[in-house]
């Protein structure tokens, strides 16, 4: 199904009406081709909220199949759909969200060989991956083809997000940040997660891409961390590190 044109522009009618946005920032945004690795909690929310501001397409990487813990912060997802790809029912949620709006499936580990079959296509990537691995997988991949990378990430009341790049020559990388890490600090499933807290990233996340998409400034290099708890947030920027294996 197709939306009508005249519907489109309704639809469309709020960012048409902001003078940062307007036409030309809604029609760069309805061009735009974004890979989002990882479809968890955070994907969920900046996933619905591309498809909803009619991104032109949005490629959608995760191997995972959903289980009953999903629930209860994977909105996207329902007791029906446990035992499904993820990719496959987010794919769906999508398109009764915006028709227009075309969204790749990809069921596939992302590994070094993998991201280097889509990703020089994209003009951005967002990842919401919930391990170290794979976020220095995906940091080094847009580091080496030169793309903007929103980094967002959730564990038990706090949040954080952060977007690097393009130009890494003089900017930071995700690996300037987390150079040594301790791989059971992200696990939720040990430490927990408040279920509010990925949808809160993954609306910040959404937030800089879709000004990325529509030639609006953002701040890159600084790593934005939000507590629950205290509903509190602050931003801290972030060094190049001179010895970083990436992107130095």
Same mark, same amino acid.
């Given at each position: 199904?197709?939306?009508?044109?005249?519907?489109?522009?309704t639809?469309?009618?709020?960012?048409?009406?902001?003078?940062?946005?307007?036409?030309?920032?809604?029609?760069?945004?309805?061009?735009?081709?974004?890979?989002?690795?990882?479809?968890?909690?955070?994907?969920?929310?900046? *996933?619905?909220y /591309?498809? !909803?501001?009619?991104?032109?397409?949005? $490629?959608?990487a995760?191997?995972? =199949? %959903? +289980?009953?813990?999903?629930?209860?912060?994977q909105?996207?997802?329902?007791?029906?759909?446990?035992?499904?790809?993820?990719?496959?029912?987010? *794919?769906?949620? /999508?398109? !009764?969200?915006?028709?227009?709006?075309? $969204?790749?499936?990809?069921?596939? =580990? %992302? +590994?070094?060989?993998?991201?280097?079959?889509?990703?020089?296509?994209?003009?951005?990537?967002?990842?919401?991956?919930?391990?170290?691995?794979t976020?220095?997988?995906?940091?080094d991949?847009?580091?080496?083809?030169g793309?903007?990378?929103?980094?967002?990430?959730?564990?038990?009341?706090?949040?954080?997000?952060?977007?690097?790049?393009?130009?890494?020559?003089?900017?930071?990388?995700?690996?300037?940040?987390?150079?040594?890490?301790?791989e059971?600090?992200?696990?939720?499933?040990?430490?927990?997660?408040?279920?509010?807290?990925?949808?809160?990233?993954g609306?910040?996340?959404?937030?800089?891409?879709?000004?990325?998409?529509?030639?609006?400034?953002?701040?890159?290099?600084?790593?934005?961390?939000?507590?629950?708890?205290?509903?509190e947030?602050?931003?801290?920027?972030?060094?190049?590190?001179?010895?970083?294996?990436?992107?130095?």
């Open positions: 199904m197709t939306v009508p044109a005249d519907r489109r522009l639809r469309d009618a709020r960012h048409l009406a902001l003078p940062q946005v307007g036409a030309e920032g809604q029609a760069r945004i309805a061009r735009g081709r974004v890979l989002l690795v990882g479809a968890v909690g955070t994907g969920n929310s900046v *996933a619905a /591309l498809a !909803a501001a009619g991104i032109g397409e949005l $490629v959608v995760d191997f995972d =199949r %959903i +289980d009953e813990t999903n629930l209860g912060r909105f996207l997802f329902g007791p029906d759909d446990i035992g499904l790809h993820k990719v496959a029912v987010l *794919a769906r949620r /999508l398109n !009764a969200i915006n028709p227009d709006a075309r $969204v790749t499936e990809t069921q596939l =580990r %992302i +590994d070094d060989e993998s991201i280097e079959s889509f990703i020089g296509d994209v003009d951005l990537v967002l990842d919401g991956s919930d391990n170290f691995r976020r220095f997988t995906v940091s991949a847009c580091v080496r083809h793309k903007s990378l929103v980094v967002g990430s959730a564990i038990r009341l706090e949040g954080q997000i952060a977007t690097f790049g393009p130009d890494y020559a003089t900017s930071p990388c995700y690996r300037c940040v987390y150079a040594d890490t301790d059971s600090l992200d696990d939720c499933t040990g430490n927990g997660v408040f279920s509010p807290v990925p949808g809160v990233v609306t910040l996340m959404a937030v800089d891409a879709l000004k990325l998409l529509a030639g609006l400034p953002v701040q890159r290099g600084h790593l934005t961390l939000f507590d629950a708890l205290s509903s947030f602050r931003s801290i920027r972030i060094g190049k590190k001179a010895d970083c294996p990436s992107c130095s």
